[in-house]
């Protein structure tokens, strides 16, 4: 159960507080379309060591095949000092363990179901044959069973399951997390999601750096009662029935405490060398704007090397970059044009007041790593237009119903039997997608390249795309992998467990 705290926090006064169901207070935070609950406290920034993930070691291998095993399961963890916070993690784990895979070799997750609610664990970013792809229907249900029932059909396993990945894609960052059917948005809240670092030769030939100055970093942010608990404001807190969250949360849910690998906004020492960092935002709905504080003199703080889909054809200085929830950043940093002593702050420009601070590097007197990338990072292959052999439209937008909200897209809210799009392996198709909100659209298993979105960046291959507000874009996608029926949707968590989600199918 979700507990009610007595809210005497210091960011109630003089804001706009609404809610109030279960004990749970909402404010709106400018350029954010969802709503942010009001945690019993916000600790202080940069207290804290950053925590790496641990490493998913293979159980066995055999052949090319590398083997891992997965628990799912509840645990403690200290995320806020001196509480306990329960959480669901794979593997008791949040962020879950870091699995890092390459190219060439097939990865097996035997994954078990320890929770007290269904799971199904899908590969975000992964080219996955569609039985393996974590569909939301398919369900891994509770090892100790599961009385409740499913509405839906699906491919449903009792209490374990491989989940089969070929990894016959580009070097890459993924990331998985649940997507169990109507409650995606309170289980990842709870702790499932993790990162998979996937590698490739044409990588490997850059030699970016390695080891400890290769950062992998996945932000999030969470809200927590007196007791440390996780607020979310679902409807149903057992999460059985009804989905979704309390009607002044159905724009999305944004947490008041910002988390770098589940550790609030924590420090990290770094010496004087160029680092990589591999940066997902894995929050259910909360937008970032990342820059550097001071920023190095004389030039742009960040070089991109890396988005969604893996390395760029050439890197892009850059003051600031943006990244919508499951989208992906990679890039590098330089600290040796700092002072030993001086404090760097990764900040948030979309935050406001304490959702600011992301992560502060302490410069140390010694010397990193020196690193200059090539002019040519990778080859990525230009989709045309000219290839493209038809136009589909979806619009994405709030329907408004007498307690919250639905969220159908161009009309029609998530049926898993419904194909939105069935185009033929091989194909290459136009979606022009646009949006009244802030939604950002990911598809699974086919990555795409944006031909137009004003105003947004647009780098290399992708597979989600922030659509604003009143927002269009264009995106050519090829249908090439595997057969089958895959989704699309809103990665805002809450707009997507109240259906902002449709099937394609590759026939
Ligand atoms: Cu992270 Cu269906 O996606
Ligand atoms: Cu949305």
């Known amino acids: 159960m979700l507990v009610g705290a007595a809210f005497a926090g210091p960011f109630v006064a003089g804001c706009s507080v609404t809610g109030g169901d279960q004990g749970i207070l909402g404010r709106k935070v400018p350029g954010q379309t969802g709503l942010m609950v009001l945690g019993a406290s916000v600790p202080e920034s940069f207290t804290v060591p950053l925590a790496l993930p641990s490493m998913l070691r293979p159980v066995r291998t055999v052949g090319s095949t590398d083997h891992y095993e997965l628990t799912v399961r509840p645990a403690l963890q200290e995320i806020v000092s001196g509480v306990e916070t329960p959480i669901w993690g794979y593997n008791?784990?949040?962020?879950?363990?870091?699995i890092e895979s390459q190219r060439g070799r097939r990865v097996v997750v035997h994954t078990r179901n320890e929770l007290p609610a269904p799971v199904s664990t899908h590969l975000h970013g992964g080219r996955t044959p569609a039985a393996d792809d974590g569909y939301p229907t398919d369900l891994l249900l509770p090892a100790r069973g599961w009385e409740h029932g499913h509405e839906h059909s699906g491919a449903i396993s009792h209490g374990e399951r491989d989940y089969t990945y070929p990894l016959d894609q580009r070097a890459a960052l993924l990331w998985y997390h649940d997507h169990r059917m109507d409650f995606t948005g309170p289980?990842?809240?709870?702790g499932l999601a993790g990162m998979h670092l996937h590698r490739d030769d044409e990588e490997a030939a850059l030699g970016l750096p390695t080891g400890e100055y290769e950062l992998p970093l996945m932000v999030t942010d969470r809200s927590f009662g007196r007791d440390g608990r996780f607020l979310y404001p679902s409807r149903d807190p057992e999460l059985v029935s009804p989905p979704g969250v309390l009607p002044d949360f159905a724009n999305g849910?944004?947490?008041d405490v910002l988390l770098v690998?589940?550790?609030?906004?924590?420090?990290?020492?770094?010496?004087r060398g160029v680092y990589r960092l591999r940066i997902v935002n894995a929050s259910n709905a909360r937008h970032y704007r990342f820059e550097l504080v001071p920023g190095p003199p004389g030039r742009e703080p960040f070089l991109l090397i890396g988005s969604d889909g893996g390395l760029l054809a050439a890197p892009v200085e850059l003051r600031s970059f943006a990244l919508a929830p499951s989208e992906r950043a990679d890039v590098l940093v330089d600290f040796s044009?700092?002072?030993p002593g001086e404090n760097v702050v990764l900040r948030n420009r979309y935050g406001d007041e304490h959702c600011s601070d992301v992560?502060?590097?302490?410069?140390?007197?010694?010397?990193?790593?020196?690193y200059s990338a090539p002019a040519v990072l990778s080859h990525v292959e230009r989709l045309d237009e000219s290839q493209a052999v038809r136009t589909r439209t979806f619009h994405f937008a709030r329907r408004n119903q007498h307690d919250g909200a639905l969220w159908p897209i161009g009309g029609h809210l998530f049926d898993p039997d419904h194909i939105a799009a069935a185009p033929a392996l091989g194909d290459t198709e136009i979606w022009q997608l646009s949006s009244d909100l802030r939604h950002p659209f990911h598809i699974h298993h086919v990555p795409f390249q944006v031909l137009d979105n004003p105003g947004v960046d647009k780098y290399g291959w992708k597979d989600t795309l922030a659509l604003g507000l009143r927002g269009s874009a264009r995106v050519i996608i090829r249908f090439d992998g595997y057969r089958g029926k895959y989704t699309f949707h809103c990665h805002t968590y809450e707009h997507e467990d109240m259906g902002m989600m449709a099937n394609y199918a590759i026939t």
Do not use: D, I, T
Not at 92 to 98: A, D, I, K, S, V
Not at 187 to 190: D, K, L, T
């Open 253 to 255: 849910v944004l947490g």
């Open 92 to 98: 008791g784990e949040f962020p879950g363990p870091l």
């Open 187 to 190: 289980q990842v809240w709870r």
């Open 261 to 271: 690998n589940g550790v609030p906004a924590p420090f990290h020492p770094v010496s």
């Open 359 to 370: 992560l502060l590097f302490r410069v140390g007197s010694e010397w990193g790593p020196s």
């Open 337 to 339: 044009s700092f002072s």
